[in-house]
């Protein structure tokens, strides 16, 4: 006959198996259900905005884990795209017209944001020519500058698609995956109102 104390050690070990095996659910969720999201918007024909030059939903790709020189100096930033959304410009550091432009309704988009304002991070990748740190760090508080012009840097920058790239703001979720690009050719709105559709619908980040 089974004694007491095996059968409450069996159910003690039942039960940590459970609670294991539903953190590794949950962990799992996090990672692949916006993955699925993407997916789903993508196939199912999607658009996030009315005005055709407005956001053009990518198929999604996790981007590479790379560790980058920030601008102002300093250690290598690890996992950058982590834990919030990231609006995101590929460019050379001595940033031309267009380059500011983007800089510029990044800043503005994240600054109507208002109480989400937290949530959202801008981050200028320097591919040559960096930086002016002292007048960018002026011109547009809080901007991360990291200088992606060396050879760590190749696969993440080739996560970009590269054509008219310059004219692009990219968005990156809080997991790391590129999901959407903006030409600022167009109606630079269609980025906010998709942005705070984001936002709204998200439960990371």
């Known amino acids: 006959m089974e004694s007491p104390q095996r059968s409450s050690d069996f159910s003690s070990g ?7 095996l539903r953190t590794i659910g949950a962990l799992a969720a996090l990672f692949f ?10 196939y199912s024909g999607w658009s996030p905005a009315a005005h055709v030059n407005h956001g053009e939903l990518l198929p999604p790709r996790v981007l590479p884990a790379v560790s980058l020189p920030p601008a102002a100096g300093g250690p290598p930033v690890a ?3 982590a ?24 800043r503005q988009t994240r600054l109507v944001l208002g109480n989400d304002m937290p949530r959202v991070e801008r981050v200028f990748l320097a591919t040559a020519g960096c930086c002016d740190e002292r007048f960018l760090a002026r011109a547009y508080p809080g901007l991360i500058v990291l200088d992606a012009s060396g050879s760590s840097a190749r696969r993440l920058i080739a996560s970009f698609p590269a054509a008219d790239r310059p004219s ?38």
């Not at 039942?14 to 294991?20: K, V």
């Not at 259900?33 to 993508?42: H, K, M, Q």
């Not at 609006?87 to 940033?95: A, I, R």
């Open 14 to 20: 039942d039960s940590g198996t459970r609670r294991n």
């Open 33 to 42: 259900v916006p993955i699925a999201t993407s997916f789903w918007l993508y």
């Open 79 to 81: 996992n950058v795209f």
């Open 83 to 106: 834990k919030r959304w990231a609006l995101v410009y590929v460019g050379d550091g001595q940033c031309d017209s267009a380059c500011h432009y983007a800089l510029f309704v990044m």
């Open 168 to 205: 692009m703001i990219f968005v990156v979720d809080p997991l790391g995956n590129l999901m959407m690009r903006y030409d600022l050719r167009g109606d630079p709105k269609g980025l906010l109102q998709d942005l705070q559709r984001l936002l709204r619908l998200s439960h990371i980040g």
